[in-house]
């Protein structure tokens, strides 16, 4: 038998683990003549690089160089956003939230869903206020941490005994193309440009840390890895409510790539999912304390959103995720309000048989490719269950958004990167390649892949950097959007394009009606121009649409005491108080009506009644001290 064949047979897979102390063992009868305490020291040397490698494998200096590489690259390909500006949302839970502003309360903080992420916050504010840089700073550092998690994840996975036959001198190299394609995918930049999203890359930091630990429990539990599985969790539970997928995602790792459907096995590590376990049912009561499902965002709840709308349009919204995570192009920032524009003006168009048919016939292949291709499985598996939360039977009033991709684009990585590697080798093979040739191509290849996701993550931050351009590039893709429309027509008024402007508000308007928003702000702007008959005809038409609304009475009867005429004025505001009775602006204009009336003591008591139902309220205060 030759020795190449002796060395096969004496290494089976199942047995990698049990045997790999062997030679440690056949030198010790050598050791004991000169030294009896260097056998033993030999088998626990042995033993200890063994049980590094099961964990994390490869020397420590090639770690070193994959990690610089991984905050080079992301430095550098980040850098230009810096001083982009806060989006959307943004200045609501940054400038303008006192929250961050003052000493956080450790109470609340502790019933808080994205504790952590208020926590960075104040951090943020406490290092340089309101100034944009900092704030992106540390998005791009969470960035970064989180790319060298999925790098010790896929290390750790692609040498596991189930895969490292196969992969075996390659895992760290695959491991770290795999997280450069985290790193660099275009469509990271909605988690890491847009500053709150950094919930995003926080809750799959917890979720990352939780399956290395999983991973580091493949003999059983051990007080480290229980320890760092608990910390992850916490981490997790306080970054994002979407954490509660934890136990589910675990459970699918363990059956891929541990147990392989072992129930002995899958034993083993109970204690690791009862943890996980616990960890999703305080995200999900978190969630209710925190008044999440009650939101304007989620829930049963929602005006316009009913959840068969919701579900129906799922199956597409996912399946365009897979296409825009393997050919990011077309990427919609904000394009997912109250629908999935994106989705509509696909091929997939509105249906609804023809995304299911093609979801099934992807997870029906991943089950199948199970024993073979348990990467390609957990890929598929594990980024539907990472979408769950967003894309399942709660409804949210965003039906479309790229972020939630974040985690989802390292999963499908960790099965593409060494599947196309496979297929180089292999089309090296058949074209009878010297293995440096097929070595010289697989690298060619993942550096264009590479080079083209950095190309276009630079550029896609550069389209963010200007709010106009921002929403002029998703208006393309979902001109029904209204809040595209709107956010659209604001970023011209604030740069002074009103005339350009108007046409947006008007089209926000003509899409959905009954949101006062647009009514609100295109009469605002005609009263700056001092056209106070446009003004008070465009809140008549928001008074029309939505009468229930108190605010569209007292935008009416802000305009009607701008144009003199306060009989009409006083009647909205009673309108908007029978509306809202405690609304101090509602009975602020009821007396400023009263006082254009001439009728002094009565606006005097209006404010007064405005006081006993809005205690302390300033504005009330000054009319009262300015009457006398």
Known sequence: MGRKARDKKSRPLSRETSE???PADRAAPAARATDPGLSARVVVAASSREARGSVFPGSSRTWLLWGLALVAATVVTYAGSLHNPFLLDDPINI????????PLDMVALLRDPRAVVT???????LAGGVSEPGYHVLNIAAHAIAGLLVFALASVTLSLPLLKER??????ALAGTIALVFVLHPMQTESVTYI????EIFVSMGLVGALLALAAMREGPSAPAMAA???????????KPSFVAAPVLLLAYDLCFLSRGRMDELRKRWQAFAVAVGAAVLAFALTRSGNAFEGSTSGFDIEGVSPRDFIAAQPGVVFHYFRVALWPAHLCFDCGYRGAWPVHRSFLGDSLVLPVLLLAILVAGALLLWKKRPLLTFAILGTGIVLGPTSSFVPLADFYVEHRMYLPIALLAMALVPLGHDLIVALAGRARLAPRGAAAAATGAAAIVLAGCATATVSRNRVLADPIRMMQDALVQAPENERVQYNLANALKRAGRVDEAIPHYEAAIRTLPNVMRSYENLGGLYLERGDLDKALETYLEGEKARPDAGMT???????????NRPEEALAAAEKSLEVEPKSANGHRLKGDALMQLGRSADAEAAWRQGLVAVPGDASLKARLAGAH
Not at 196 to 199: C, N
């Open 196 to 199: 709150i999203q950094r919930s």
């Open 95 to 102: 400038a303008k939230n006192p929250g961050i502003q003052k």
């Open 167 to 172: 992969y075996a001198d390659r895992a760290t």
């Open 119 to 125: 926590l960075s916050l104040r951090w943020n504010f």
């Open 229 to 239: 599985l608990v910390a992850s969790c916490l981490f997790g539970v306080y970054s």
């Open 553 to 563: 009475h007292r935008n009416v009867a802000n305009a009607y005491l701008r144009v």
């Open 20 to 22: 790999a102390p062997a």
